[in-house]
């Protein structure tokens, strides 16, 4: 028996076809501030109602200064947070972008990414990536090198979740013939997200995708190339979905040019939907947005599901 289709989250997002746009939540971050949940759940729900394909959370295990501003983010645990987006939305696919997989055991990711998957109807994707906070590794107790502890932990991982008979009964030999999960019908992306301190060999070889950050446009078409490149050496061709992230700042003046932002843009939305033209040419799969102030949240959500949501059934991936 080979591994079954993948699930329903798999064909909205990454296997539609043309380029499909989704959001990272919380969509209202205050700095330093737990999210507004009752402010969150509107968000989302208005989100999936507008057709965006998919809402992705961050693994924050510990609450670490970060980034030119020193910021503490200060985030539900991933998989929880899904759950209560799963209860406030019916078609948008849910995402980790991405769990933590050297501080998380991969029995465990497995069963709550089984169970988000279960309760949200196939909508479940799963990202994972190393970390890149040292400061982490010590207090979960990882004394191995984190670029090892993820392969290992992502065969595991990718075995829990397997619908193959044969790589599930590979499994039960290491766990005394318990899996964590009954058996499925149908695939739950796996996604490494960022390098996960592999080669774009290995992510082609053993992924379902690969999920990156914002590059100026041609050093962007560079890695896209390698990613082409390494599915031709160790996938045998396979298409595998690239997914990009973007900071954005939608302006309100809809004719305002593009201005570079840190891994981003602030654009008007005419400029906006060119530059999504010229990715899906190049054969971005999904673009993952991270929406910036000062413009309130709610008016940029908006507008991109209004204007240009619609739009993007047309912006073919080549």
């Avoid at 503490?72 to 899904?82: G, K």
């Avoid at 979960?140 to 619908?163: K, Y």
């Avoid at 005394?176 to 390098?195: E, H, K």
């Avoid at 993952?288 to 949240?297: D, K, M, S, T, Y």
């Amino acid at each position: 028996m080979t591994d079954a289709a993948f699930n329903r989250a798999y064909d909205s997002v990454l296997g539609a076809g043309h380029l499909t746009l989704g959001l990272m939540t919380p969509l209202a971050r205050v700095p330093g501030e737990p999210a507004d949940f009752a402010r969150e759940t509107a968000l989302a729900a208005r989100a999936d109602a507008l057709g965006f394909a998919a809402l992705w959370t961050r693994d924050v295990p510990l609450i670490v200064p970060q980034g030119s501003a020193r910021e503490a983010a200060v985030l539900d645990d991933p998989f929880v947070w899904l759950a209560v987006l799963a209860g406030a939305t019916t078609s948008a696919a849910l995402g980790t972008a991405a769990a933590v997989l050297p501080l998380r055991h991969p029995l465990h990711v497995a069963k709550a990414a089984w169970s988000l998957d279960r309760l949200s109807g196939g909508r479940f994707i799963l990202g994972v990536g190393s970390g890149d906070r040292p400061e982490e590794l010590a207090p979960f107790g990882v004394d191995t090198a984190p670029e090892v502890l993820f392969r290992e932990r992502w065969q595991t991982l990718a075995a829990a979740l397997s619908t193959d008979e044969r790589t599930r009964d590979n499994l039960l030999v290491g766990t005394g013939g318990y899996a964590p999960t009954p058996a499925t019908t149908s695939r739950i992306p796996l996604l490494a997200v960022g390098t996960a301190r592999q080669s774009l060999q290995w992510i082609a070889a053993h992924a379902d995708g690969w999920a990156t950050y914002h590059r100026e446009e041609a050093r962007q078409q560079g890695r896209i190339a390698l990613w082409q490149r390494a599915l031709e050496e160790r996938a045998g061709g396979a298409r595998k979905p690239f997914v990009q992230s973007l900071q954005l700042e939608l302006l309100a003046d809809p004719d305002a040019p593009a201005q570079p932002l840190e891994l981003g843009l602030r654009a008007g939305r005419h400029a906006l939907l060119g530059y999504f033209e010229r990715m899906a040419a190049l054969g971005v799969t999904h673009m993952l947005v991270n929406l910036q102030g000062p413009r309130p949240i709610g008016d940029q959500i908006e507008e991109l599901g209004r204007e240009i949501v619609p739009r993007l059934a047309t912006l073919e991936v080549r």
